[in-house]
């Protein structure tokens, strides 16, 4: 790698994080011998049940079960079904002739799975259930209960499933924790939309390539105030556990008619020799990434996102969750691709099979300027530079190894709110 600059936008804030686990199966409260033949199947890895095997409590912007991920007053779940399953202890799996839908399930749009004799899932449904407002602060919303019949032709025969969601308010879900020296909790870096890019390699063929814009990072504070003790070390543990695990969306390219998803997860630990000056707005920590490269056709890339701007949600169109929930996180657009140019990406839609190569890279972002020593392959080429993450970047002049992508200048130091 030759060189990779990434500017970032600074804020100590009290946001949420954009961490997306797999969907999870919910056995809906049935007989234990038929609560594998059919399963409510919900955006969370780790469902709590509020009402035995059945109930999905959700807190209101929490990127593990709402996918909107924003806290706005109402959680929205992806909810589909999924038949043929191996997971509830006791049942084993039969071929279903049919699977029956409440009335409720029917009106919100919920579907089988197109086949009822081997392991799979129907298409997500997005369901949005919204807080209620008391005098004092919100309250959980109303609960949704659906049910459905899933009939067997072997004895025994009837499996019936319950699935009752609610909304309730954030109560921290997906928030670095209260520094306990009074000082801010997190900072969030996020890359900016203009005077990004990725350029690999020497020969100029893998440069200007796109950074994937909004992409969040979250470093929990810990140990500091904004006085006392303005210097923040990284609370590791927890950074750790608010990031998720990758790095924002999959990234499309097509370079020499070569398709490639990239799709760039944390390595552990996700940050080290992390710092933040609350005074200065001074930052230096360190990211590390695993990039998985996974070669596509040149009309396909990633699989896309049918939320048709940044924050919206829709299901995927490919993968291995195709017709699951997801939520847009990036709009890349490949001018060389043929076809629909425009990618609306998101990390809950990953590009199917394995990577063709991992290649791990440490970023070291810092309000600075970083050099990293990278092998010699020609004249005025011996270095990789990655330019300054202050707040604010401005172009500054070209680089010998390559002048026509300006290096950015550093703006003015970073506010903390």
Known sequence: MKRSRSPWLLALVLPFAHARPSPALVAGGGAAKTDCYAEWQVTSAGVQANRGRVGVDCQDGDPACDVDATANGAC????????????????????????????????????????????????????????????????????????????ASSRPKRDSDVLALRCVPNTGAGQCPANAAGGPRQLTMTVEPTGTDLDTGWTGSSHNFPQVSGTVLQMCLTGCDASTDPSCPEDQASTDQVNGRTFGP???????????????????????????????????????????????????????????????????????????????????????????????????????????GTVPVTFPLTTGTSTLTGPNPGPGQGQAKAGPAACGNAPGGGTPADPRRPDPAPGPPCAAT
């Open 76 to 151: 929205t779940f992806g909810v589909s079904i999924c038949v043929f399953q191996s997971d509830v202890p006791g049942c084993i799996p039969q071929p279903l002739t049919e699977v029956r839908l409440s009335g409720k399930a029917q009106q919100l749009g919920l579907q089988p799975p197109p086949s009822l004799t081997a392991p799979t899932c129907g298409p997500a449904t997005l369901v949005t259930l919204g807080l209620r407002q008391g005098r004092k602060r919100a309250k959980a919303s109303k609960t949704l209960r659906l049910r459905l019949t899933a009939l």
């Open 250 to 356: 999959p990234l499309p390219l097509l370079t020499q008619g070569i398709g490639v998803c990239l799709s760039s997860r944390f390595a552990s630990p996700k940050l080290t020799d992390g710092t933040a000056n609350v005074q200065t707005g001074a930052i230096a920590v360190n990211l590390h990434l695993l990039s998985d490269i996974f070669l596509s056709s040149p009309n396909r890339l990633c699989p896309r996102c049918s939320g048709s701007d940044l924050g919206k949600t829709g299901t995927c169109d490919s993968g291995p969750r195709q017709g699951q929930a997801c939520r847009t996180e990036g709009i890349v657009v490949v001018g060389n691709a043929p076809g629909n140019q425009t990618f609306t990406i998101s990390s809950d839609c990953p590009p199917p099979g394995t990577p063709a």
